[in-house]
């Protein structure tokens, strides 16, 4: 709608502090399901954002000091940079202007490098600079390989039409022989990432504020977001500046080796204050049998399916210890005791079907994304085996931040979209085939835990007050402090 009043200076409307692609709307943050048209949906925790939640934490750079070769490099990779992005603004249908104009899309530092005006130079210089010295940073090894290389690079030869008024034509490098490494493609978005938290952190320095909106005179910039919420273009032009300083250095002949990747982002997992568990109840556990229940990805986050022991904890991530035995579609990993690779990642509307074998000679688990069965890198179809039925086995899954999930046991038959294809040829059974309930399920939450206190407690007294026609009865806990009187 729009406002009666207008907001006092200073002010703005609630709507101007969304996040980019969101539509205001109020929801509560506590719930656990939500049912469509007769679908129950499974929702993970969600998290109320603060405009403070953004904290831009670029690489720390300040003790890296650039030996000298990359000293050299440095103004070289200034002038390429530039040379793309001038080419990028003529291609836009920008032209030469002694004063800058957007309207008319005019530019004044469409001119050679050496002749940009000082501050622009120095900018660019110690943009390259702080490329240089974030590679270092990060781990990356940059060293020359090739000394020739230099003398091979060519320029690209660009029409008449790029040329400006005042005779500049841009002429970067010709680097279509540099290809990158899928290692050096991560690097890239890594590189991208820290460029937009350096530029984020100085807007925060000197007093800019989100706003969905761009509002300079007030100092409000829709961009102040997480590198992941940033529009597409913002992030494939950062992106794309990024790949060409590697490239460019690669074409000059330098080698840069990434830092060891592979279980950088495996270690990282979500706090359990972080993901929502939900399990059957205990008395429907199975110890014997073929069972058979899925799972549908509404989103494509962190989740983890499966089977459990009865007594799971609430409080422990699902495969962290031995009580489950699940796998993430996110990452495609299985969990037990920690983590392996294991399938293929899930997409959304994807369904995971989770069988569990307990008879005496097999005992094992397996999982199958819409029909087709997951395997292990070695080709095994065992996702899991040699477990011992125990105490027995009830379905079980966790969805982390903003995560969607369906959990179907199979009390309809025929709404399991692929028991038929890898579970009845098989011999197994729908989880609650002949229920005629719906089994009771149990979500993790975290509440206030209380102890008992004894009566001769150092420093801690409870005394109950009994109720009065207006006021319950109640607790009240004393503290007792050092030198003064029972704080209450």
Not at 177 to 205: C, F, I, Y
Not at 215 to 224: A, F, G, T, V
Not at 285 to 296: L, P, Q
């Amino acid at each position: 709608g729009e406002f009666k009043f207008l907001p006092p200076p200073g002010y703005a409307p609630c709507c101007e502090a969304l996040l980019p692609k969101e539509r205001m709307k109020i929801e509560p943050i506590k719930e656990y399901k939500l049912d469509i048209d007769g679908v129950r949906n499974l929702l993970g925790p969600t998290q109320a954002l603060s405009h403070t939640a953004f904290t831009p934490c670029p690489v720390d750079t300040v003790q890296i000091v650039l030996p000298p070769h990359l000293e050299r490099i440095k103004e070289k990779l200034a002038e390429n940079i530039h040379e793309l992005w001038a080419l990028n603004k003529i291609e836009q249908g920008w032209i030469y202007g002694q004063v800058r104009d957007d309207n008319k899309k005019l530019h004044p530092c469409l001119v050679e490098f050496n002749r940009l005006p000082e501050p622009e130079r120095n900018y660019n210089l110690q943009m390259s600079g702080e490329t240089l010295k974030t590679l270092l940073a990060l781990g990356c090894h940059v060293g020359m390989g090739d000394e020739k290389a230099e003398e091979n690079l060519k320029k690209v030869k660009l029409p008449k039409t790029h040329m400006m008024s005042n005779g500049y034509k841009p002429a970067p490098l010709d680097l279509s022989h540099v290809k990158l490494t899928p290692a050096q493609n991560t690097l890239v978005d890594k590189l991208a990432e820290n460029g937009h938290n350096v530029w984020a952190r100085d807007r925060v320095r000197q007093g800019w504020t989100y706003s969905y909106i761009q509002d300079i005179p007030n100092k409000r910039n829709p961009r102040l977001v997480p590198y992941h919420l940033l529009d597409e273009r913002t992030k494939k032009t950062n992106r794309d500046s990024l790949c060409e300083a590697v490239r460019t250095l690669i074409g000059y002949g330098y080698n840069i080796e990434p830092p060891d990747q592979e279980t950088s982002a495996q270690g990282v997992t979500p706090r359990p204050d972080k993901l929502r568990i939900f399990r059957a109840e205990k008395s429907y556990a199975v110890k014997s049998g073929k069972w058979y229940f899925e799972f549908e990805a509404v989103t494509i986050g962190e989740m983890r399916v499966g089977w459990s022991r009865p007594d799971v904890r609430p409080d422990k991530e699902l495969g962290a210890d031995e009580q489950a035995y699940v796998f993430n579609g996110c990452k495609a990993q299985r969990w037990h005791l920690g983590s392996e690779p294991f399938g293929r990642t899930w997409q959304s509307g994807d369904v995971v079907g989770c069988m569990i074998d307990l008879r005496e000679q097999e005992m094992n688990i397996t999982f199958t994304l819409n029909g087709e069965m997951l395997i292990s890198d070695s080709g095994s179809e065992l996702a899991f085996k040699d477990i011992e039925a125990g105490e027995g086995f009830i379905p079980v899954c966790s969805l982390g931040l903003n995560q969607v999930g369906r959990i179907n046991l199979g009390q309809d038959v025929s709404s399991l979209r692929y028991f038929t294809i890898c579970g009845l040829q098989e011999g197994y059974e729908p989880f609650a085939i002949n229920m005629k309930r719906d089994i009771t399920m149990w979500f993790s939450k975290s509440l206030p835990q209380f102890v008992p206190i004894r009566q001769e407690h150092n420093y801690i007294e409870v005394n109950r007050i009994d109720g009065t026609v207006d006021s319950p009865p109640c607790m009240k806990v004393s503290h007792k402090t050092f030198g003064s009187q029972n704080g209450n």
